[in-house]
């Protein structure tokens, strides 16, 4: 095996031109590969950890209240969060449970009454917990405690309403029993989210708030944050073996932005994994065939001297390999070389569609990813090197040495 791998690595150097330019195309599809994999993946972890603290690892809440719609608000809300609550906290891979009230009414500055998306949370744990989801913009965030019903409204909405930290506005919205309640707020924080079109119409605000305008003391449901992403299937399974009458949704069972992102990715990225593969087969096919071709009275010789046929695809397939292998780990070293940098020299993107702020570009060092790439990489050209030689290496002896 050594010799032969000697005499192959001998061969590839004795054009060294064409075999620069063999190794050069392999790594550059090698690093386009692992650099547009690795951005995908960061896409999808991104994502995903966005979806898990914008919602909880898990929600629960009655099994109506995410396949029907609501006649009235928490007409499917949950009672006794207290209790559910701290049997929820047991159990030892959940860190916290928040709960959460969504409603939507109108809002209004005395002038004019606009649509607004509404929820009601727990302000201190909240913004604890999920951290940065939101970007302030103009004055405080909530804080639990407060006498006054205070809201934060998105930047769009702000703008519409001409509101600003310490204006004075008017929450109208059905209660429980289906009647209109109206409460007077007031502006503590304007924030956004990225997202234009919600920005015009999100308003959070504390539970209590909530519950007084809704005239309920019931939430929609509770987010289960874990201590860890991966323990979510496994948490489910207890929780919805513990709490039957309850329904149990994951991060991503709520992630249908995500889900389609990650969809969308995989077809792109797919297809363009494909082209790249081609285009190293079809260069390394005709690297390998000009060198078959030109070494083919060689090949003669060597069957004359009693070289068999497998002995000399087995040569030139492991001529193929030492391209391929040097080209993946030559792109290889290129693509972690680049997904260091950006995390050194950060880039920033411009915002996607339908968002407002950009993101920072960074790409996952994924070992899998490398480890499958630099392996189909170096399978790839074994197999365009021996598919080329295989008619050569079986010419009759006489042909072979007669060949000009």
Known sequence: ?????????????????????????????TAAILLAGGFALYTYEGLAQAAAR???????????????????????GLDDVATLRTALLADPAVRHVLPKVEFSGLISNGEKSTVMLATGVEPDSEFAVKGPFLTLTDGQVLASGSTDAEI???????????????????????????????????????FTTGVPDMDKRLVYTDIATA???????????????????????????????????LAVKTWLDQAFFYQSVRDLYNRIFGALGLIIGLIVVFVVTNAM???????????????????????????????????????????????????????????????????????????????????????????????ASGWVARRTVHLPVVEALAHT
């Open 1 to 29: 095996m050594n010799m032969w791998l000697k005499f192959a690595i001998q061969n590839t150097l004795r054009n060294r031109r064409r075999s620069l330019v063999t190794v050069s195309i392999a790594a550059l599809g």
């Open 54 to 76: 914008s919602t909880g690892h898990l929600v629960l809440g009655k099994p109506d209240q995410f396949v029907r719609d609501e006649d009235t608000p928490l007409q499917h």
């Open 152 to 190: 934060m409204l998105g930047a769009g909405l702000a703008k519409s309403l001409k509101a600003t930290p310490g204006t004075s506005l008017t929450l109208l919205a059905s209660t429980t029993e289906g009647a209109m309640n109206a409460l007077d707020v007031r502006v503590k924080g304007i």
């Open 211 to 245: 519950q007084q305008l809704l005239v309920s003391q019931r939430v929609s449901s509770l987010g289960v944050f874990l201590d860890r992403m991966e323990s979510t299937d496994e948490v489910r399974q207890r929780l919805t073996a513990q709490h039957p009458q």
């Open 289 to 383: 065939a000009m060198a078959v071709i030109e070494r083919t009275r060689e090949i003669g010789t060597l069957r004359a001297l009693g070289t068999r046929p497998a002995q000399l695809l087995h040569s030139l397939a492991l001529e193929g390999m030492v391209l391929g292998g040097v080209g993946a780990l030559l792109g290889g070293a290129v693509s972690l070389g680049l997904s260091l940098l950006l995390y050194v020299v950060p880039i920033q993107m411009p915002p996607p569609p339908g968002r407002s702020v950009g993101y920072p570009l960074n790409i996952a060092i994924d070992l899998p990813l490398y480890a499958t790439t630099l392996v189909a990489m170096v399978l790839l050209t074994v197999l």
